[in-house]
């Protein structure tokens, strides 16, 4: 049964920044949804993952984590405010065994970021929610979709430690610690924060 991405790219007029993930769990991907107590339907919303709630302890900012308008509408004010978009590689793909790791991903159709780019062209950075470059990461599925010449430059631009080319403009990439749960287990929570507080810090 092929997982349907269940969410639009969601840039706000103006974003200067765009995060790039893979896809949510299976479960948010095929219909009927099937969210649990602390799940939200949105981006990163698993109770599971770990992306808001740094963001929050980074910032200060209160989330609430229940499926609810007002809880999408609290992340949506919070990328509008930072001048920050939001999206995912994947359009389209079969999760393997109906496991939601990246690695299990199969026959991945990928969402048109370069068309995405090119509409928004405000956007000067991107943020990939993860560092690795196994398969099916971000940074792996940038390069075999979306990058031209298929490869990041390892050049180093202030909390950028890539650089990407897509449609012939170089972007500066950042590589956040994973939220996830099941990925980078030797990173420390204290690392990870200490990481998103520099980049979703107060302005």
């Known amino acids: 049964m092929y997982s349907i991405h269940p969410y639009s790219p969601f840039v706000p007029e103006g974003a200067t920044k ?18 649990y107590k602390g799940d939200v339907d949105f981006y990163y919303g698993s109770r599971d993952n770990g992306f808001w709630r740094l963001i929050g302890e980074a910032t200060g900012e209160s989330f609430d984590y229940e499926n609810t308008d007002e809880a999408v509408e609290q ?20 999760h393997g065994n109906g496991n939601s790791d990246d690695a299990s991903l199969q026959d991945i159709t990928p969402k048109p970021i370069g068309q995405l780019l ?8 991107l943020i990939y929610t993860g560092r690795s470059n196994s398969r099916n990461s971000v940074m792996y599925l940038m390069n075999r979709f979306i990058a031209d010449k298929h490869r990041h430059n390892n050049k180093a631009n202030g909390l950028a430690e890539k650089i990407v080319t897509i449609g012939g403009r170089e972007y500066p990439v950042i590589l956040l610690c994973s939220p996830s749960p099941n990925a980078l287990r030797s990173v420390s929570k ?7 507080k520099k980049v979703f810090g107060k302005r």
């Open 18 to 35: 765009l995060i790039i993930g893979t896809t949510p769990p299976c479960r948010f991907c095929i219909e009927p949804k099937t969210l």
């Open 75 to 94: 992340r949506k004010d919070f990328l509008e405010r930072h001048g920050m978009g939001i999206t995912d590689v994947v359009s389209r793909c079969v």
């Open 118 to 125: 090119s509409e928004h062209l405000a956007i000067d950075t």
């Open 190 to 196: 204290e690392t990870r924060l200490e990481q998103y």
